[in-house]
């Protein structure tokens, strides 16, 4: 990132302006402030207003997902006077990242006719098993997913078999949707519209054939775009003054959006962005091939499209995040100091133990899985041991993704870790048993950074 913003055609700075990343994430939306030299300002921040149901179901209501974006921008508006001493300081751009496969089908008057499933959500696996055999075996190579209940399309064809007439109605990914409803126009992103298997990965189209088994034609995707198109400004008389008339962008998804949020890439670096979903990420210059696609998607990895225009992306998944938030409300850890305390007897615990000689065993990282399987062998388990067990445990499944990257391309030699689970030392610790040539980003919110680098592009500052 260049040290001072500039105007693209002059050699001197620009008058202050400030910008914003709003982050959907699946534990919690935050909305971050940037000013002109890239300094953080101010981060808000609430829980995703998620509903919870009977056996691991989770969606998510479109007028709650609304008011807590509300309330996070209200809450900037009256803090920005404060942070910069200027009464009328603004937000200049405001750039949404957020979770892949989660959104909202839209009528055409923009109404929504459906909840949003979490992307863990188990719904759909009749949908998984009555796909047609044509499709199944096409399914792979063309989206550059693995097919099951995590991708869009079989939410979708649930929500169609219960009931929902699809006709007439629009997909829109989680951050399209909040874009749009601040006043953006409605648009499909590349790399969250990779994530639904509507899309052809060598054509960068919608796939026809997947559109017509769900009965729906083109139009059931809006207009595909890259990352950080300008989308209009944001309007309604419900917003702060400091935010109405600020540029509007999707960033993208929002593991691929922390990626640069510390500049390019490496070719040969896994970014590793541990979150809820503990997501490695490999950059490719060129898109596999629909047998190479097909092969890795037999290992639950993911060959799609960056948030960097013509790049593409390898990314490997884990639940391990889900895993370990799961550990935490089990043993009554509900705080950040609750956390720190458990981190520093994890670091202490003795080499051996229940964790390494079975005494305890974990399942439930792999990314088609989620679910927390506990089975305890012998006594002195306590809570430091069962984290550690899923800790290493959470190694075993990386190590095997790892193995199935490397017989497709190059191995990688170095690895960033970023995140919200990467300020635990003990996490850091076990990732260096596995992971090659381990740092650790200085940064804590590297989705809502690089969503805000997007939105100060809006402006022709900088360059990502």
Known sequence: MHSRYLHRNENIPVNPRLVAGLDLGSTGIKVLVIDEAG???????????WH???????????EDLLATIASLLDAVARRLPEVTGDPASRIDAIAVSGMGETGFL???????????????????????DSLPQDLRDRFAGT????????????????????????AGLR????????????GGRAVADYSLSSRTGLLDQDSGEPWTEMLTHLGVGAEFLPPLVDAGTDLGAATGPALPDAIVGARLTV?????LVSAVSGGAIPNDRYHVSMGTAEVLLRVLDAPLTPAARSRLADHLINSVRHVVPGQHVLVAGVKTGLLMRRALQLCDITD??????LDQRVCALPAGGPSTDGGIEIAGARNDDGVLSITVRTDGVNAAELFRSILLHGNDEIARLIAALDAEVAPARTTLLTGGWAGMTSVRDARAQVLPDVSVSTRAQDTAYGAALFAARLLTLIEI
């Not at 839209?106 to 998984?128: H, I, K, S």
């Not at 960033?251 to 593991?255: L, M, T, Y």
């Not at 950040?336 to 305390?341: E, F, S, V, W």
């Open 171 to 182: 997909w829109f990914n989680l951050p399209e949707f909040v874009v749009l409803s601040l």
């Open 143 to 166: 989206t550059g997913l693995p097919v099951g209940v995590q991708v869009s399309v079989v939410k979708i064809a649930h929500l169609r078999d219960n009931g929902l007439n699809l």
């Open 52 to 62: 919870h149901g009977p056996g691991g179901t989770t969606d998510l209501e479109a």
């Open 336 to 341: 950040r100091a609750g956390r720190d305390l």
């Open 251 to 255: 960033a993208g998804h929002d593991h």
């Open 106 to 128: 839209l009528d055409e008057d923009n109404v929504v006719r459906a909840p949003a499933f979490a992307w863990f959500d188990p719904r759909g696996q009749q949908q998984v």
């Open 39 to 49: 300094t953080e300002l101010l981060i808000e921040q609430s829980p995703t207003p």
